[in-house]
């Protein structure tokens, strides 16, 4: 069948071979054009062709098309028809079907002598001549087909029982037993339980079993002899005029090592008789877990259920004359029962079962259920006679059948029990009004709280009268009337003295907070603004509001609901919509104070925070050698020119800026990318020029948390190659890097201004691209310039004293750009008073370094006072420079990273699944917290 189907030509190149005939020939490449042997995708291809064929070519004969999709097992087809003509056209129009795709039928085989007659000789079975009297046999799906007697048989040739028998041996002959539809399930269940015992027993494939293993495989294996003695009629008793009359009966049950299933088919014949035969059965060994039996019962239903749905798709009997026995009332109990009910286990089973065959489930003794045979088993000698197998109960041959499911079927085996935790809160001053007020509380909106008023309205018209009252939708008029039912409700729990003097004739009290509205109770009992609006053309509500406390849950839910339906309004935008139908004592104050809470009003005005100005690192304010202490950071990127001359291409470089921490001098150098390779060569030129640098702070970037890690490495490396005792002294030679909180540009303030003054001289001296040399050299002259500014301002009165304090006086001596000073070098001058000399100008410098610049470090500029910190758990929004704030982030506060003066201005926070960390200048404050 596979060599008679072609594949495409594009996908024949997935079927190519490697061969050549001889040896000495060249290799050729070969394309199979045809479904090939051995090949995943072969078996489906072959039936899915099958099915196309029928599909194309059988629009003609529906019911041989019908055949060909139904009763195909691969290339053999077992199908039949009631009478022998209908049999002869279904054969000669499933052959035209074929032959029509390329396939030719073959091997035909029929109980009926005249239909074999009109098959070609050429087309007949080797086992079939015309001239028989049906008499041989024909295997079929690895049975026997006795044509003659119209029954199938098994077939089992067993070898010599071997000297040692092992779990290799045991396994191979058990395979040889080919049950498909279950028959003989009893029988085979002893070979499942030794197959389960011998992995329980964890044997190797050639280790001899033990003695009990051993002789019970032996006494099954025996039995197997009376195999041949077992005959199954093929033909059901169904044919298409007799449908109506089939009925399918399924029985399942469990035992403590297996549970097992099995069908019958119930058919009246043209006698008024009926009559039962097995059609299926199907066992399954227990777990090795233990499982209770009410358990391996449900398990049995299932089995059985599945079966059912089988039969019942391969016959076209439908469901209705499908019923289901069990002599289990538990398992009934859970089968007519609300499955949410169970526990999980059962549930899940519950609703498999319902699903495949409804709930057509009856209960049956015991003693007449043929599943408990198959549940625990028995030998063949035993089952060939055993008629309450191969027939099944013998009410099934009776004209009535007694169906019922049991007198008392209930159980709370298997009952899901939920814990439910409850708070109870006793009140010992409990009235009716407060009772009003704490129920207001529980709802979100005012919506919600319509809704719900509806729905008890609902219900209790429900309870009244006996009509149906749709609960699925609401009326304007609906909601309206639940609002003023809560406010009726919200008006005499606050103003129930107002609304007893309006009832009595009096006026409100001169002591009243209603005195200035004149109130009045309206036709439903509303208590509303008289006002002075009589004569105005508006609508009522908006004449005579209704009055409503400021301290009401109510009224918050008002306000609520008419910030939101003038999308988010300020004050007066919001107050205007709620007097437009309530008059809310204080309304001011209520709605300010829900504009603050709303969160998405406090993310649009939401503000950072801004510790007090920490104290400056040591390393600002002690006197070191220039370099020892540096900031580095990057700026750009610039455009460079590749080189000059028409039409070259440019490139982007970048600057990267060293900043001595205590002098503020200034080291620049040009790269040509921001990776970590080329600012370790940077890092490298800047040590080479500046000497050793012992500190570095920097912010988080990739290239610096990058270049920290190679000189870590760097640094562990070279330590093998140093003697032990060398190791201590130099262990502080390394250089040590700190990074910053991410996002927090103020922590490197000293290196951020240092940008700026770059940017500051760039923008007005570059007029055109530069190559990298010449920018390499406007960045010297920039350099030259930073380290000559006052570290000081200059006193303008101050006249003689114009020999300022700068970063380059601790470089080479005196500012860089300077006006060269006359050539001293030919003056006799003793040497050590010259050292002495030099000696005295430094620490002149680091005197005025001290007296000038370090004591203006004093005062803050900014950030004056400590502010309250954040709690650990707090939420918090966290604040993105390239984001509108109505999408950043909220974060929780999980840890604090105080500084040396105890104050904390680095939080670690929980965002989006992840850990980060930021200052506390990145963080905003939300009123849910409060």
């Not at 028998?165 to 037993?177: F, G, V």
């Not at 065959?357 to 000698?381: C, E, F, K, T």
Request: glycine share 6%; with cysteine.
């Amino acid at each position: 069948m596979y060599r008679q189907i072609l594949v495409t030509k594009q996908d024949a190149d997935y079927q190519r071979i490697l061969w050549r005939i001889d040896p000495n020939l060249k290799v050729k490449d070969y394309r199979l054009l045809r479904v090939t042997f051995g090949t995943a995708s072969a078996p489906f291809l072959a039936v899915r062709t099958l099915q196309q064929v029928a599909e194309d070519e059988g629009k003609d004969f529906p019911e041989a098309a019908r055949m060909i999709k139904e009763d195909f097992w691969m290339d053999d087809l077992l199908s039949g028809n009631d009478t022998v003509s209908e049999a002869m056209e279904s054969a000669r129009n499933v052959s035209d079907i074929l032959n029509r795709g390329g396939f030719k039928l073959q091997k035909w085989s029929s109980n009926s002598i005249e239909f074999m007659k009109n098959i070609s000789p050429t087309e007949r079975s080797t086992l079939i001549n015309v001239d028989m009297n049906l008499g041989g046999t024909v295997r079929t799906l690895g049975l026997s087909w006795n044509i003659g007697d119209d029954v199938l048989q098994y077939n089992l040739n067993l070898p010599e029982v071997p000297l040692t028998i092992t779990k290799r041996s045991i396994l191979a002959e058990i395979q040889r037993l080919f049950d498909p539809l279950g028959w003989i399930a009893p029988a085979l269940l002893p070979g499942k339980l030794i197959i389960q015992r011998l992995w329980l027993k964890r044997l190797t494939w050639d280790e001899e079993v033990d003695s009990e293993t051993k002789r019970d495989w032996l006494e099954m294996r025996n039995n197997l002899n009376y195999l041949k003695e077992i005959k199954i009629p093929r033909w059901l008793l169904i044919t298409s005029g007799v449908i109506e009359d089939v009925s399918i009966h399924g029985f399942c049950d469990a035992s403590t090592i297996a549970y097992g299933a099995v069908a019958y088919l119930r058919v009246k014949t043209y006698n008024n008789e009926y009559k039962s035969m097995l059609i299926a059965a199907r066992t399954r060994v227990a777990p090795v877990k233990p499982v209770s039996l009410p358990r391996l019962e449900l398990c049995g239903a299932v089995l059985l259920s599945k079966l059912l749905k089988h039969i019942s798709r391969a016959t076209r009997i439908p469901r209705k004359q499908i019923f289901a026995w069990t002599d289990s009332t538990i398992v009934l109990s859970w089968l007519t029962g609300d499955p949410t009910r169970w526990q999980t286990f059962v549930r899940n089973r519950v609703v498999t079962v319902l699903d495949n065959i409804g709930n057509a489930w009856y209960h049956v003794q015991s003693q007449d259920n043929p599943a408990d045979i198959a549940s625990r088993g028995m030998l063949l000698s035993d089952l060939k006679e055993f008629s309450l197998w191969w027939n099944g109960p013998k009410w099934l041959t009776h004209e009535e059948i007694l169906m019922s499911r049991g007198d008392n079927i209930s159980t709370d085996l298997e009952l899901r029990r939920t814990i439910i935790n409850t708070n109870i809160k006793i009140d010992n001053n409990h009235n009716e009004g407060n009772y009003i007020h704490n129920q207001f509380e529980n709802f979100n909106n005012l919506m919600e709280l319509q809704r719900t008023i509806v729905y008890c309205k609902k219900f209790l018209n429900f309870k009244r009268s006996s009509d149906n009252i749709s609960t699925k939708c609401f009326s304007p008029l609906e909601l309206t009337e639940a609002l003023e039912t809560c406010v009726r409700l919200a008006q005499h729990n606050d103003f129930e003295h107002e609304i007893h003097d309006l009832l009595q004739g009096t006026g409100v009290s001169n002591r009243s907070v209603l005195k200035n509205l004149n109130p009045y109770l309206d036709k439903k009992g509303l208590l509303r603004v008289g006002g002075r609006l009589r004569n105005a053309e508006m609508e009522n509500d908006a004449k005579y509001p209704m009055i409503i406390s400021h301290k009401n849950p109510i009224a918050t839910l008002i306000v609520s609901d008419a910030h939101l339906k003038t999308l988010h309004g300020g004050l007066q935008l919001t107050m205007n919509f709620v007097r437009s139908r309530f008059w809310i004592i204080r309304v001011k104050s209520l709605i300010s104070a829900t504009i603050h809470k709303c969160l998405i009003c406090a993310k649009q005005k939401a503000k950072v925070r801004h510790q007090l100005m920490g104290d400056l690192p040591a390393a600002r304010v002690t006197p070191t050698r220039p370099f020892l202490h540096s900031g580095v950071d990057f700026a750009g990127p610039l455009q460079i020119l590749v080189s000059r001359g028409r039409g070259m291409k440019c490139t982007k470089g970048y600057i990267c800026i060293f900043i001595c921490m205590s002098t503020k001098a200034i080291h620049l150098e040009l790269v040509g990318d921001l990776s970590t390779e080329s600012f370790l060569g940077c890092f490298r030129r800047f040590v080479a020029r500046r000497g050793r640098c012992s500190h570095i702070w920097s912010d988080q970037g990739t290239n610096f948390v990058g270049a920290s890690k190679e000189l870590a490495k760097m640094w562990q490396e070279a330590k093998l190659s140093i003697p032990e005792d060398l190791i201590n002294i130099l262990a502080e030679d390394g250089t040590h890097w700190h990074f910053n909180p991410p996002y927090s540009p103020n922590f490197g303030g000293l290196w951020e201004a240092g940008v700026k003054s770059i940017k500051y001289h760039l923008r007005r001296i570059l007029d055109r691209t530069l190559t990298f040399e010449e920018m390499s050299t406007t960045l010297c002259q920039i350099e030259a310039c930073l380290n000559s500014r006052p570290l000081c301002p200059i006193d303008h009165n101050d006249i003689d004293n114009l020999n300022v304090l700068t970063p380059g006086h601790f470089l080479i001596g005196e500012a860089p750009i300077n006006i060269p000073e006359p050539d001293l070098s030919q003056v006799n001058v003793n040497r050590l008073s010259r050292w002495q000399h030099t000696q005295r100008i430094l620490q002149n410098f680091w005197h005025k370094w001290k007296t000038e610049y370090l004591t203006r470090l004093q005062q803050r500029p900014k950030w004056l006072t400590i502010k309250e910190e954040f709690k650990i758990g707090e939420v918090v929004l966290i604040k993105e420079d390239h984001l509108p704030p109505g999408k950043w982030a909220l974060g929780r506060i999980v840890d604090k990273y105080p500084g040396s003066d105890n104050i904390c201005r680095v939080y670690s926070l929980k965002c989006c699944g992840k850990l980060i960390k930021r200052s506390i200048s990145r963080l905003c404050k939300l009123p849910i917290n409060e």
